[in-house]
């Protein structure tokens, strides 16, 4: 068992060129122990967003607060509070902060693309 | 891509001997297309938990809202919004909600894990 709290885990700069007022917190990964997936926090400002990319492993994504957008290249999805997404391998995708208040949302991945 | 809305997915109680005020969405399964891990979000009240009980997956969690106690065969940990915990495959584990709010936290398992 392992209790990483908030407090130990800020939130870094997304290193991506393009990548606007996002930030990142590793809240479980590889290091602590975990057998299977990572699991990430994601911030963003107003308009805030990463940059569209595409890798071969999966997203597993559940909003936590404020609303977004997920830009794929199969549509676009708005997201809040308490919705999912999966993003598949291989999709091109973007996340932008759609609201008016911080998003906040958890990105799981399989080991090999906590990166 | 897949949008899993929190409105579709209701919370259905946890289906447990022993089990006290908890209930569980589903927000993201193998149905859903996902190649490696579920993604399920559990409720409970004031004092709610499942039962003790153990298996051979691990649990990736995170607290989105109210404020629980882990208790484990290796101690106990308390946590809150924001603050997410790993439970190791094969240890004992139980979840209390110790607070005098709703508590909901994300439970992230191998797809072999979600039954």
Redesign the interface.
């Known amino acids: ?6 407090n130990d ?1 800020p939130a870094q700069p997304v290193k991506m060129e393009g990548a606007v007022d996002v930030r990142v917190a590793k ?2 990964a590889e290091a ?8 990430r ?1 994601f911030e963003s400002g107003r308009g805030g967003h990463p940059r569209g990319h595409a890798h071969d ?2 997203h ?1 994504i ?1 909003c ?1 607060e404020g609303n977004g957008t ?1 830009k ?1 290249e ?2 676009d ?1 708005d ?1 809040g ?9 291989d ?1 091109e ?1 973007n996340f932008v902060n759609s609201g008016e208040t911080p998003l906040r949302f ?1 990105c ?1 991945v ?1 080991l090999s693309g906590d990166k």
């Open positions: 068992m392992k209790y990483m709290s908030k885990r809240m479980v602590d122990g975990a057998p299977t997936s990572a699991m926090l492993w999966e597993v559940f936590v997920l794929s199969n549509g999805a997201f509070p308490g919705d999912a997404l999966l993003v598949d391998p999709e995708h958890i799981v399989p």
